[in-house]
């Protein structure tokens, strides 16, 4: 049935693409007479979500001036979706959201915010470049297919990664490379001394193992989290540890080849790496 012909009740997810070709989701929260209370999801992707995406259920924060934080992008908007929007099924609501914010009539909507701050992340910290350029290095994964794999890592277990390893090795050798490397460039977009809660004047020992078990830990946290963290340059907890997410792609490959991993990424992790930004 198409959009025009019924009505947007809650827990329905409709998803169109920006001017710039990626995929975003919105999900109807309350419907009152012919206005909707809408949630931005923090699903942002080059191909469109599918229901299960557990990006549906997470809000997209913005930040809000007024009150100098993040908060969930959520907006009352006029009449059905136009064309553009397509329904794409419905989710489990957990919990009521509530909003004073109008943003106009729902055919010309589209969320401007998720937008512009993805792609200043792109512009400002995605595009920076490794300390070494020169080797023959594997492609990195693209961000939802990464992200649904570090999904599987459950920290509340004896083996939180076993998961995940289970699953890389029945994948492609290439994948596994293709992961590593992925891998490598988050922790190393990671590797920043505001992360570090360093600035010029310190002069507290930052241990630099504990800092990157620490950008680990951020990693399992998920892609929401880490977008955050990246986004608004959040201070690292140093008493966290995931050092198990290193060895991940080495034993997934071990167990698929019975060899050695060998393979090397063009992003080094290690603290300090990414020397532009301690230079600063």
Same mark, same amino acid.
Request: hydrophobic share 35%.
């Given at each position: 049935?198409?959009?025009?012909?019924?009505?947007?009740?809650?827990?329905?997810?409709?998803?169109?693409? %920006?001017?710039?070709? *990626?995929? %975003?989701?919105?999900?109807?929260?309350?419907?009152?007479?012919?206005?909707?209370?809408?949630?931005?999801?923090?699903?942002?992707?080059?191909?469109?979500?599918?229901?299960?995406?557990?990006?549906?259920?997470?809000?997209?924060?913005?930040?809000?001036?007024?009150?100098?934080?993040?908060?969930?992008?959520?907006?009352?908007?006029? !009449?059905?979706? !136009?064309?553009?929007?397509?329904?794409?099924?419905?989710?489990? #609501?957990?919990?009521?959201?509530?909003?004073?914010?109008?943003?106009?009539?729902? @055919?010309?909507?589209?969320? &401007?915010?998720?937008?512009? $701050?993805?792609?200043?992340? &792109?512009?400002?910290?995605?595009?920076?470049?490794?300390?070494?350029?020169?080797?023959?290095?594997?492609?990195?994964?693209?961000?939802?297919?990464?992200?649904?794999?570090? $999904?599987?890592?459950?920290?509340?277990?004896?083996?939180?990664?076993?998961?995940?390893?289970?699953?890389?090795?029945?994948?492609?050798?290439? +994948?596994?490379?293709?992961?590593?490397?992925?891998?490598?460039? @988050?922790?190393? #977009?990671? $590797?920043?001394?505001?992360?570090?809660?360093?600035? !010029?004047?310190?002069?507290?020992?930052?241990?630099?193992?504990? %800092?990157?078990?620490?950008?680990?830990?951020?990693?399992?946290?998920?892609?929401?989290? %880490?977008?955050?963290?990246?986004?608004?340059?959040?201070?690292?907890?140093?008493?966290?540890?995931?050092?198990?997410?290193?060895?991940?792609? &080495?034993?997934?490959?071990?167990? @698929?080849?019975?060899?050695?991993?060998? *393979?090397?990424?063009?992003?080094?992790?290690? +603290?300090?790496?990414?020397?532009?930004?301690?230079?600063?």
């Amino acid at each position: 049935m198409s959009n025009k012909m019924k009505k947007p009740v809650p827990g329905q997810v409709y998803t169109a693409q %920006f001017p710039n070709h *990626y995929w %975003f989701a919105l999900v109807v929260l309350n419907v009152v007479e012919n206005s909707y209370l809408v949630y931005t999801t923090s699903y942002y992707s080059k191909i469109p979500p599918e229901i299960e995406d557990p990006c549906l259920s997470q809000f997209y924060y913005g930040y809000d001036l007024h009150l100098k934080r993040p908060e969930p992008s959520i907006y009352w908007i006029d !009449g059905k979706p !136009g064309d553009n929007y397509k329904l794409i099924g419905e989710i489990d #609501l957990k919990g009521k959201k509530k909003s004073n914010w109008y943003s106009g009539i729902w @055919k010309q909507f589209f969320p &401007s915010d998720l937008m512009r $701050d993805k792609q200043k992340e &792109s512009e400002i910290v995605y595009k920076q470049e490794p300390t070494v350029l020169e080797g023959d290095y594997s492609e990195e994964l693209d961000e939802k297919t990464f992200w649904s794999l570090i $999904d599987l890592i459950d920290m509340d277990q004896e083996d939180p990664m076993e998961a995940l390893i289970c699953h890389l090795e029945k994948l492609p050798v290439e +994948t596994i490379y293709a992961f590593e490397e992925t891998l490598s460039h @988050k922790l190393f #977009l990671l $590797d920043r001394p505001e992360h570090a809660g360093v600035d !010029g004047e310190s002069e507290e020992y930052l241990s630099p193992d504990a %800092f990157l078990y620490a950008r680990c830990a951020v990693i399992t946290e998920g892609q929401h989290y %880490f977008d955050q963290v990246v986004k608004e340059a959040a201070e690292i907890d140093l008493e966290w540890d995931a050092e198990e997410l290193l060895e991940v792609a &080495s034993e997934a490959y071990s167990r @698929k080849t019975g060899e050695t991993f060998d *393979y090397v990424s063009r992003f080094d992790y290690e +603290t300090y790496s990414n020397t532009s930004a301690w230079e600063k």
